[in-house]
């Protein structure tokens, strides 16, 4: 619907984070555990490249989150998925924001992003743009549309938007030969050996905003930052959060 002009020139998407945890992240270990043999969890492999630390069962059990060596935060954990798609509708899939205003809450909900073309995405906690998880809107000079996971239809600001609806998908599947479902998508394309959907470039910028949105939230400043070199703008600081040490032998 953003793509194909039906709701006007698009000029701000929004992107869902997930409701749980913050954007600042805990730096401190979980208590001691012998370790199980490693035919049950291999410890040192299950770390990789993150900084050693005491195994402790919590972690392998879902409970890395919120932990600085594992995970990405509230705004990567759904945000490494919106932001693709969000992007995607921008027509910015392939390149990241310029600038990254900060909030003065501990989420990074309601961060204004700008794209070099002008569009606005900005970071949405909750469920004041859909309803369900991983939303995305996207707003134009002729309406909105939006959609979560479950969703069979959009929700718009026009019933008449969505008498568009199936054209609009009929004619994508008809153009590209692809389906809407990402799974089926990605099973397809290892038969075929053509280029996914999502592919590592969208991927690599999605999740490039991902982690300077994140710098911005620590930093607790606005940061401005370029696409094609990947770093901040004059900011040494932030350009130092961009990369994190490597545990041997897991480098590249």
Known sequence: ???????????????????????????????????PPKEEVDWNAWLGACPWRPYNPSYVAGGWRGFYDFHTSCIGEWGAHTFAQAQAGL??????????????NDSGDGMVTHFASGVRMILS???????????????????????????TKPDVSSPALLGEFNRVVSQYVART???????????????????????????????TTVHAANICMWLKRSLKF????????????ANGLRSRAMREPYVY
């Open 1 to 35: 619907m953003a793509r194909t002009g039906r709701l006007g020139k698009i000029h701000t998407a929004y992107a869902h984070i997930a409701p749980w945890d913050a954007a600042e992240m805990r730096h401190d270990w979980l208590p001691a555990v012998p370790e």
């Open 91 to 104: 027509d910015c899939g392939e390149s990241s924001p310029i600038e990254y205003e900060y909030v003065n």
């Open 125 to 151: 906690r909750g469920n004041k743009y859909w309803h369900g998880s991983c939303g995305e809107r996207f707003d134009g000079s002729e309406g909105w549309a939006a959609a979560a996971d479950g969703y």
């Open 177 to 207: 030969g692809r389906s809407l479902d990402h799974m089926t998508n990605f099973l397809d394309c290892v038969r075929s050996r053509e280029r996914t959907v999502a592919k590592p470039e969208v991927m690599h910028y999605s999740m």
């Open 226 to 237: 370029d696409p094609v070199k990947e770093e901040f703008i004059g900011d040494d600081e």
